[in-house]
């Protein structure tokens, strides 16, 4: 029976998170489910158990078997997954589970039931994808226990539980390789070795040979660090010749592991894990992007002098939204172009009008001119996950206001604002330089009057 043959009902907009991911599993047991509803929409009760599959990011799963497993909600499958995996109750904060394909990433509330949710991934995807209609109709969503968005940075560096650590670290590690944490080349570097220390111990020389590091390369870098750069015409050739050779990502990788096994000589790798894993999560917490959610979009390229007829009017990028702030990041070139805390943005959404339009984010945010005159800068984000970025980013500031708001009392103070006492997130804002001159942006004085030239 084909994926055409479930019952689809229109999703109510906006209750979702969302993102991106090249996940290819499928979800176990589901199917059996799907031949017993037919295409009129009426359902009938499954005669045995419905079996599926709770995968972790170190690519394992937890298999269950369900009675009434249709009508089984994210807290009960929450539930299980922490008794099977012997993690404390904490973990309910600190993890969600997510339904993620190809296609499209939801993060799921408490009463969501996930089989529900799967029989109406045609028209979620039809919502907020611009997918043709035979791609979805070949997609297939998978259900991931993954960290939980709302869940604060501060506190996730107060975990001590190595097993909690880890499950963060292989979905760090996740987001690094697919290119969605943008990091220096150094940092690279740094993280491929406390990886390959993890995942292949000590180096030695007799198994370890360069070969091995550059087959390996995709499951420890992103791939705009390995990939072979296009080559210089003949013509040019010429002046290349006296320039020094670089040294290749798989002679770095091997330097980067002799290394760390050098700095941890004589030390069992197993008893020193949950270390590795902090100092892997220690340089991911740094940017401002660590945790976020991440919706597909794009936004207007600026008009150059010599515009190249091949370049789209439009720059396919991120929008990584998490609860201290917004991220804009290049696709296809792998650079975070504007990172904003939300106590320097505003915000509001454009509904598309018509079916074929998308809708549009607003982003409005405070700089500094030369001349030390404030001004802001007005980004227009294009996506159809706009209503899923706009909701997101309304429950982090409330959140965060709530915080502040508690922190507020505490210090004898009231705060009607983002912003507080304590907290890393400026820090961690100020390690990314924004590169406005890559985006097309209003400008305006603090009073609100657009200003020409600027």
Known sequence: MSRNDKQVKQPANGDFGVGDTGEQT?????????????????????????????????????????????????????????????????????????????????????????????????????????????????????????????????????????????????????????????????????????????HLRHFDKKEHVLAQYRSNLEQFYPEHMYRKPVHLPNVLSVFQKNKTAKITCEEEFMDRHQEISRLHDGEAVDKILGQLYREYLEICWQYPFYGCAFFQAETARPSGKLPLPWNSSFIPVWTAINTDGVCIIDQGKDEVLLAIPYTELSWQLKDAETEEDVSCLYLQFLVVGEDGEQMTKLLQVHSRQGRMMDALIESCVKRKLLERQGQGHEHGQELDEVDGPGGDTGDSFRKVTNRLDKLTLSTYSTAGEKLNGK
């Open 26 to 198: 499928h979800l176990v047991g589901f199917d059996q489910e799907r031949e017993l509803t037919g295409r009129m929409g009426e359902e009938f009760r499954p005669l045995t158990a419905m079996d599926m599959v709770v995968f972790l990011r170190d690519r394992t799963g937890i298999y269950l078997s369900l009675e009434d497993g249709q009508d089984a909600e994210t807290s009960d499958l929450m539930e299980i997954v922490l008794q099977e995996q012997g993690l404390p109750p904490e973990c309910e904060d600190i993890f969600s589970l997510w339904l993620i394909s190809p296609l499209l990433e939801l993060r799921l509330k408490k009463h969501h039931r996930p089989f529900s949710l799967v029989q109406q991934w045609d028209a979620l995807c039809a919502t907020y994808t611009d997918a043709k209609v035979e791609d979805i109709q070949r997609d297939e969503p998978v259900l991931i226990f993954q960290r939980n968005v709302f869940y604060p940075k501060e506190s996730e560096k107060q975990i001590t539980n190595e097993q909690i650590l880890c499950l963060l670290y292989h979905e760090a590690k996740y987001n690094v390789v697919e290119e969605r944490y943008i990091l220096s080349q150094e940092e690279y570097h740094r993280l491929a070795a406390i990886q390959a220390l993890i």
